[in-house]
């Protein structure tokens, strides 16, 4: 039977503006946003200049130097983060056709981040008001105690590939803490970022205290970096990005915090069941469209079940169903813009120059629905060299490379073969084996037996050029506090270091 696509019931068709001190603002000229899955225009957004990130980062200023947040009890700011969190949830069926409709990715995973960004909220609010902080016994009379406090003006870049989610996972932490924030969502996703920032304005939080600037990385971005009036800058996004940022943030050496790229290995021993192991390797690459930071993209299998390792994966990833984001039906999307479209395409060409076996996939999706829409059939090369680029290098698409190695020791080496350390899993069901490659794997997120399991209680971030610092958990709260020690006195008299 012919399913007939029911059509999406957000409205994209209204004003999507800037938000700067507490009001919704056009910038100086419009984009027109582009549906991943018809390559159609989807709507048209405001677009800001460095004027407009300017005033925001002013707004965000006196928002923390004069405004109430600052001074608010934990307490109260919480309050104000649970009412957010709910109000996601009330919204959670229109935010997430608006992700689907921007991003291109599967109504089922934008629903799954809508819950997941709440649940940050959730467990930020939570945070804000246990425990913080310590005292320290020093020599009588004085008391020291050591606390946090917010850093102050706080720049947030975010990347395209999980708008909404990460627009949580940086406003959340700042917004506990009581910092004050300016942030910029990618050009090409600002639509879910709009619409939380409307749901926060809805929750009554002060003017100034989150400014969304929405543009172009080198012209509104930038300056943020730059701006000396800004105290923190978090980024999420490319290797080679996250390098510009760190060097525009040293203009007053403003904290910083990047959460970048990913190679990152899924390796399977032999001892494991196979077409398990398979499911996971569809799962850890697939998702997304391969778009995710942590995404499995190099599948290290041991030689004794590789062949039949590969030929399983490659059949079940033929069956994967490929198609516009807002078909319940649709397991994988396109993929976000026509230029990530083509880079991907062009890293499939490279490997099969570079040698490598194409074993399915490589080509642009085909079909009616499909022709027009960014979408690249799930891809697989085998017979792979570890200094290939496409084993090398972050391709960011639905391309798996499968490497393969004879013991253990070697499937280490290949594991940790790479400028990255995001992310990395071993199965086996040898628990002593799987502690030491763990141990082994130079990253910052680990799983045994398991992919892509993220907690809102656990720290997000990598090791080499993954990054610097991290996310999520009481770490990611700890990177949007400053640590001070107070020393009180309890009995002045004088010191008497210098003679009357
Ligand atoms: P990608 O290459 O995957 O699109 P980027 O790292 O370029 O990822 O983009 C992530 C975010 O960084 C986006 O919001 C983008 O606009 C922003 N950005 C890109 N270039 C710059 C730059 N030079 N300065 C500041 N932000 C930038």
Redesign the pocket.
Known sequence: MAMTLAAPKVKVDRAWQLYIDGKFVDGGSTRELINPADGKVLCKVQEGTAKHAEAAIKAARKAFDEGPWRKSTAAERAALLFKLADKIDEHAEELAELETLNCGKPLREARFDMADAAQCFRYYAGLATKPNGFTVEVPAPSVTSIVREPIGVCGQ?????FPMLMAAWKLAPALAAGNTCVL?????TPLTVIRLVELLDECGLPPGVVNVVL????E???P??ESTLVDKIA????????K??AQ?ALTNLKKVTLE??GKSPMVVFSDFDIDTAVDYALFAIYCNAGQVCSAGSRIVVEDKIHDEFVKKMSERAKKIKVGPGIDPETEMGPLV?E??YKRVLEYIEVGKKEGAKLQCGGTKSEGKELNEGFYINPTIFSDTKRDMRIVQEEI?GPVAVIQKFSDEKEAVDIANDSAYGLAGAVFTNDITRANRVIKAIRAGITWVNGYHNTYNECPWGGYKQSGWGRELGTFGLDAYTEVKQVNINLEPVAVEWFQK
């Open positions: 870049i975010i990347p395209w590939n910029k969502p990618s050009e090409f543009g172009l990385g080198p509104v971005g930038l943020i970096a980024f999420t996004g490319s290797v080679k990005t996250g510009v940022i525009a970048l790229g813009s230029s990530q960011f």
